[in-house]
């Protein structure tokens, strides 16, 4: 089992910059592929980013290319999403996910966190 518990969302304004955290605990985090996903209301779960397992491959949702970070650091076992130039669009409920691959689809991904909410004012 891998519990995984969500951090730093909030309310900011449209170009503005927020960075999310995702703290892990359980089984070998250092294993795992890490990956955001967000659902807006109303809206099917959808891919943000994702990063290997030694963090030396990321790929990213192409309407957050640019402007999303993910990065991880395993001896602190968690992982980051820095957003910056942020967009209305952007307001969702973010979630961490773990993985043993390297994938998009949220059907590969094991364990969720709860989500911390994301909105963004214009």
């Known amino acids: 089992q891998v519990q995984l518990v969500e951090s730093g969302g909030g309310l900011v304004q449209a170009g503005g910059s927020l960075r999310l955290s995702c703290a892990a605990s359980?089984?070998?985090?250092?294993?795992?592929?890490m990956a955001w996903f967000r659902q807006a209301p109303g809206k099917e779960r959808e891919f943000v980013a994702t990063?290997?397992?030694?963090?030396?491959?990321?790929y990213y949702a192409d309407d957050v290319k640019g402007r999303f970070t993910i990065s991880r650091d395993n001896a602190k076992v968690t992982v980051y999403l820095r957003m910056n130039n942020l967009k209305p669009a952007d307001t969702a409920i973010y979630y961490c996910?773990?993985?043993?691959?390297?994938?998009?689809?949220?059907?590969?991904?094991?364990?969720w966190g709860q989500g911390t909410q994301v909105t963004v004012s214009s």
């Open positions: 996910a773990a993985s043993s691959r390297i994938v998009s689809s949220p059907d590969w991904y094991d364990y």
């Open positions: 359980g089984r070998t985090f250092e294993s795992y592929a």
């Open positions: 990063i290997s397992w030694s963090g030396g491959s990321t």
